[in-house]
Structure formats: structure tokens, C-alpha cells
């Protein structure tokens, strides 16, 4: 479904919406499905169905505006530079490893 589904690309949906925008004057109709707060059954982050979390909305502007302060306040990085921990898997999900650390930092510098 995805183009390298086992690599990290934080820009994975950003180019897919871009390529809809270059290639259909309709993309904005076809960019729904690819935005964070959307469901479906390739993507339940949210869950699905008549149990698709009704704070969504709230919760991915709220998770967007934390992750800012982190990068912007503290220097973060993983305990063991450039390895990423094996996964958890659950059956057929997958989640980052619980277990695996990452470590912050308050930099001396006013930002």
C-alpha cells in the first residue's frame, strides 16, 4: 500500500498529497483520506466506525502543539544515536518499542 512501509518517512503523506495536487484539479476531494484526523480501514489511529474517536479533532492539533514545544524547548534525542529499537508487535499491529529511550535535555540558551 505504501512505498517502503518498513522505513520511517515523516514526509510520506505530505508527498502524497502533493502528487494528488499536481495530478487532479479535484485533489482537495481525494486529500481527505490522507489527512491525520481521517479514518478508514488502512489507517485506525483513531479507530473506525461507530467508534471513531470524537475528539480527534481536538486531540491532533493539542499532540501537534506538544511535540513543537519539545523541539523548540529541550534537545531530544534516542539513547543510542542513529539505532531505532525494534518494534512491539501486537498480532498484526505494530507500535515503537515501549521499552526504548529517549532522552531530554533543557539547553542552557534562551530560545
Known amino acids: 500500500m505504501y512505498e ?3 522505513h520511517f518517512d515523516g ?3 505530505s508527498r502524497m498529497r502533493e ?3 499536481e495530478g487532479d484539479g479535484d485533489a482537495k476531494i481525494h486529500e481527505k483520506p490522507l489527512r491525520f484526523t ?3 480501514v488502512d489507517y485506525l489511529a483513531f479507530g473506525g466506525g ?3 474517536c470524537l475528539g480527534r479533532f481536538l486531540a491532533a492539533p493539542e499532540l501537534k502543539c506538544m511535540l513543537a514545544y519539545l523541539i ?3 534537545d531530544v534525542r534516542a ?4 539505532v531505532r529499537p525494534p518494534d512491539d508487535w501486537f498480532g498484526p499491529i505494530s507500535t515503537p518499542s515501549r521499552s526504548a529511550r529517549i ?3 533543557k539547553p542552557n540558551v534562551a530560545v
Open 4 to 6: 517502503s512501509p518498513d
Open 11 to 13: 514526509f510520506r503523506f
Open 19 to 21: 502528487r494528488l495536487a
Open 38 to 40: 481521517s479514518t478508514g
Open 50 to 52: 461507530r467508534h471513531t
Open 72 to 74: 523548540l524547548h529541550y
Open 79 to 82: 539513547e543510542t544515536e542513529g
Open 103 to 105: 532522552l531530554f535535555r
